[in-house]
């Protein structure tokens, strides 16, 4: 199982970014997905995460509003489209995959069966 992020980079607050996840390995369909981050100095949190019908999508407080999660099944991909960026979104950015029945969607860090790399956001100020 691999879950590859790429996308991340420097950008200036205001602006906007996404960053995306392809797995292999997993019958994608079959999996939620979930968007974390790690910020330095601070423990991985949750952002947000796409059921497997993609008709449940929690956000976490910091980033409603500003960021959209997607999925393409036929992709085997999963989006995060971050607007209106601020220099506390600085972090590495992990996604997550859990399988999981149809509609339910976990948030939790232990949860998740497997893990992306990351990829590091910058905001600059």
């Known amino acids: 199982v691999q879950l590859q992020a790429s996308g991340g980079g420097l950008v200036q607050a205001g602006g906007s970014l996404r960053i995306s996840c392809a797995a292999s390995?997993?019958?994608?369909?079959?999996?939620?997905l979930g968007w974390f981050r790690q910020a330095p100095g601070k423990e991985r949190e949750f952002v947000a995460a796409?059921?497997?019908?993609?008709?449940?999508?929690p956000y976490a407080d910091p980033v409603k509003g500003r960021f959209t999660i997607s999925r393409d099944n036929a992709k085997k991909s999963v989006y995060l489209q971050m607007n209106n960026l601020k220099p506390e979104d600085t972090a590495v950015y992990y996604c997550?995959?859990?399988?999981?029945?149809?509609?339910?969607?976990?948030?939790?860090?232990?949860?998740?069966?497997?893990w992306g790399q990351g990829t590091l956001v910058t905001v600059s100020s």
């Open positions: 390995g997993i019958m994608f369909s079959r999996y939620s």
């Open positions: 796409v059921s497997r019908s993609a008709g449940n999508t």
């Open positions: 997550a995959a859990k399988s999981t029945i149809m509609t339910y969607t976990p948030t939790r860090i232990n949860e998740y069966e497997y």
